[in-house]
């Protein structure tokens, strides 16, 4: 069993930056790859970004790139998601999520673990 949790989140205003982190509790964490996504509400579950279990490879939504990072730290048994040029249309619940698998993608199905959320809300 994988449990996540996730922190950073805050209210911020737009142009400005956050950085979420994600602690994983499990042995092999380099084993897993590991996804941000995101609830506004009144809306779907959205994929934000992915990374591998090295972190050699990256993968972002169209909406993100070039604004926020994934990065993650195996021997901290963290990931996260550095958040810049932030905007009101970002504002939503930010999820943590783990695959057993060395790569995953933007399909929620593909993660087995999830986080139970951090509230990141940024004002106009």
């Known amino acids: 069993q994988v449990q996540l949790v996730e922190s950073g989140g805050g209210l911020v205003q737009a142009g400005g930056s956050l950085r979420l982190s994600c602690a994983a509790s499990?042995?092999?964490?380099?084993?897993?790859?590991m996804g941000w996504f995101r609830q506004a509400p009144g809306k779907e579950r959205e994929f934000v970004a992915a990374i591998s279990w090295s972190g050699g490879l990256t993968y972002y939504a169209g909406s993100v790139k070039g604004r926020f990072t994934i990065s993650r730290d195996n021997a901290k048994n963290a990931v996260y998601l550095q958040m810049n040029t932030l905007k009101p249309d970002d504002t939503a619940a930010y999820y943590c999520?783990?695959?057993?698998?060395?790569?995953?993608?933007?399909?929620?199905?593909?993660?087995?673990?999830w986080g139970q959320g951090t509230q990141v809300t940024v004002s106009s």
């Open positions: 999520a783990a695959a057993r698998s060395l790569a995953a993608g933007r399909d929620a199905y593909q993660y087995d673990y």
């Open positions: 499990v042995r092999t964490f380099s084993s897993y790859a």
